[in-house]
């Protein structure tokens, strides 16, 4: 079984950036789908990227163009890359692994098994 922890959120102004990662644990995720999803107070959680085994990515509509997923499977690293932030992207951000098939759809949080717990970027006016 493969443990997730991400890092690297904080607080920044508009338009600021900051890079979050993911590292893997007790197992490697080279073969995995991974994902990055975000949910603010009161709010569900969603998608904010994926990336399949391949490099293969894809991006929300809020996101593209903004945001950057990348995998380094030599490190069992992920990372999120997100500049020109805005007061929306403010919630707490979840890396994600898919380690077995799922009935559910990558965008569904709930085709997941492995999560990390948490980190808090907070994007102010």
């Known amino acids: 079984q493969v443990q997730l922890v991400e890092s690297g959120g904080g607080s920044v102004q508009t338009g600021g950036s900051l890079r979050l990662s993911c590292a893997g644990s007790?197992?490697?995720?080279?073969?995995?789908?991974m994902a990055w999803f975000r949910q603010a107070p009161g709010k569900v959680r969603e998608l904010v990227a994926t990336i399949l085994r391949s490099g293969a990515t894809a991006y929300t509509d809020s996101a593209r163009g903004r945001f950057t997923i990348s995998r380094d499977n030599g490190k069992n690293m992920m990372y999120l890359q997100m500049n020109s932030l805005k007061p929306e992207d403010t919630a707490v951000y979840y890396c994600?692994?898919?380690?077995?098939?799922?009935?559910?759809?990558?965008?569904?949080?709930?085709?997941?098994?492995?999560w990390g717990q948490g980190t808090q970027v907070t994007v102010s006016s």
């Open positions: 007790g197992r490697t995720f080279s073969d995995d789908t």
């Open positions: 994600a692994a898919r380690t077995r098939s799922s009935t559910y759809m990558n965008y569904d949080p709930r085709s997941y098994d492995t």
